[in-house]
């Protein structure tokens, strides 16, 4: 590895390495962000989907006690 670097210039292998680097920092602060937002729920498909089922027996439950006092 060492030898394909020898007839690049220093400010390039300076710039790889700056880029390298910012490329790892935004990886981690996007790796910390998601770990974040799965602990709070937030990109939880289940979510959406037991609300609407909470509603679903709402008022399915609200209909059958309406058909009761009948």
Do not use: C, H
């Amino acid at each position: 590895m060492l030898r394909e670097l020898e007839g690049i210039d220093g400010a390039i292998i300076e710039g790889l390495y700056y880029y390298k680097m910012n490329d790892r920092l935004e990886f981690e602060e996007e790796a910390k962000q998601v770990t974040k937002e799965y602990k709070m729920g937030a990109n939880d498909p289940t979510k959406d989907i037991s609300k609407f089922e909470q509603k679903q027996m709402f008022k399915k439950r609200k209909e059958m006690l309406k058909n009761q006092s009948k």
